[in-house]
């Protein structure tokens, strides 16, 4: 056991290590692929056409055979690769032009249009398959490579067809950075500015379809296209800038076509094209799970800290309005039973609240059981309550809400509205540049004169 151990660890060195020719050639192709896969489909994700490498893929599929049945007549004996890449492209162009067009000039949405390329397309090619089978003396078992995917299959020709293909979409997308970015964000600016939005929606088709073309013997027709939507997919949890996010994606590919292809190398029963989307799909889950711009745990985070940024805004405009209701002199100042009433808050609730505000710097322990406002405290506290009454008055002069129904709604929004609109509800309510001080509440407020107040919503 130890034996086989130490064997399979040393072949893994040599696939890692690219130390094997055939490897190394396998794998410095895929990783081409995947880079220029993450590019262009960040395009198309952008330009809400992620799925159009799916309808080019299941199209090229009758040209490949078409172009096999042309070389067969021209008495070529093994499979072309630039005769086969040439009838996959032209065959995959019309499939997605043909999606292009009719869904421009009909009724038709884009997605019937894909179910019916993709349909009909890949039923024509299964159809030419099974006759290019049946041909006598035809070397057509290559063919389901395409379908299914074997990069180990690859020879020094088909990395240069897939390298040059490669690096010429990596340079289209680079020249045509500033166009394809308008194209995705804003076709109608783009059109604005004199560029053809036509030309460039069919250039950045052009590149989708030849880096499906090229990517057919690695990962197959079938799940080329997890190359086009998933690395941009991942790269979306990780930014929300253009150029990071085409720079993640293309990386992303890049680096899951290579661990495909090592795998498979180790495994040579596993399906190259599967396990290549599988490493893309770990790093998609990866990205949703730890992506510091969307990610599920950055959100979770963001939500906590804004929760308890709420907490802490609800016990400071507690204090300040009971001190206001009770008609005292300073220090603004609430004791505990009074602020668990007013809010209806629990005591573990109250507790943390209070920690918070305390930690902050916004709030004291006062004796006799009383929670203080410090001046940074006191400074805040009068800047919510005023964001919050300001709100009240519009919904009560604008929106004609009862007074008594106000308080709800403008809790809601107190947390979220930013100085240039409290400056603007203030100026269209009371005029001026928005500087005058605390409006008065319309309604009665929680204090030692109000038995427990109204229901303001607890925590």
């Not at 604008?398 to 106000?406: E, F, K, M, N, S």
């Amino acid at each position: 056991m130890t034996l086989i151990a130490d064997e399979f660890a040393g072949e893994a060195w040599r696939v890692i290590l690219l130390q094997d020719y055939n490897t190394r050639l396998v794998t410095l192709s895929a990783m081409a692929l995947g880079a220029s896969c993450g590019l262009v489909g960040a395009f198309m994700m952008l330009r809400k056409r992620a799925l159009l490498g799916d309808a080019a893929a299941h199209a090229a599929l009758p040209g490949l055979c078409l172009a096999f049945f042309v070389g067969v007549a021209g008495g070529l004996v093994e499979k072309s690769t630039p005769l086969l890449l040439l009838g996959a492209f032209v065959s995959a162009a019309l499939g997605a032009l043909f999606v292009v067009v009719i869904s421009g000039r009909t009724r038709l949405k884009e997605d019937t249009l894909l179910g019916v390329v993709l349909s009909v397309f890949f039923g024509v090619g299964v159809a030419l398959l099974g006759v290019a089978q049946q041909l006598p003396g035809a070397q057509a078992s290559g063919l389901e490579s395409f379908i299914y995917g074997k990069v180990a299959s690859m020879v020094l020709q088909d990395a240069v067809w897939i390298g040059g293909a490669c690096g010429l979409v990596c340079l289209a997308c680079t020249l045509l950075y500033k166009e394809f970015t308008l194209l995705c964000f804003d076709p109608a600016f783009a059109r604005g500015q004199g560029l053809n939005v036509r030309w460039l929606d069919a250039s950045l088709m052009a590149l989708v379809v030849l880096v499906t073309c090229v990517g057919l013997q690695a990962v197959g027709l079938i799940l080329i296209v997890a190359l086009l939507v998933i690395p941009p997919a991942a790269a979306r949890f990780w930014t929300d800038r253009l150029a990071p996010l085409l720079f993640i994606s293309a990386a992303l590919g890049a680096i899951s076509a290579a661990m495909g292809a090592m795998i498979s190398a180790l495994l040579p029963k596993a399906p190259s094209g599967a396990v290549i989307v599988l490493c893309a799909a770990g790093f998609f889950c990866l990205s949703m799970l730890l992506g510091p711009a969307r990610g599920l745990l950055a959100r979770w985070r963001e939500r906590r800290a804004f929760v308890r940024s709420v907490r802490q805004e609800h016990l400071l405009r507690a204090v300040f309005e009971w001190h206001e209701a009770a008609g005292g002199d300073a220090p603004h100042a609430a004791p505990l039973d009074a602020l668990r009433s007013a809010r209806r808050w629990s005591r573990g609730g109250l507790a943390a609240a209070i920690r918070q505000a305390v930690g902050s710097g916004f709030a004291v322990h006062l004796s006799g059981g009383r929670i203080g406002l410090t001046p940074e405290g006191l400074t805040k506290a009068r800047e919510l309550v005023r964001r919050h009454r300001l709100w009240e008055a519009y919904l009560i002069h604008h929106a004609d809400i009862d007074p008594t129904h106000v308080d709800r709604p403008a809790d809601e929004l107190e947390h979220v509205l930013g100085p240039e609109m409290t400056a603007r509800l203030s100026a269209a309510l009371f005029g001026g540049e928005g500087t005058q001080p605390v409006p008065p509440s319309p309604h009665a407020l929680p204090g030692p004169h109000v038995d427990g107040g109204p229901n303001r919503g607890g925590l």
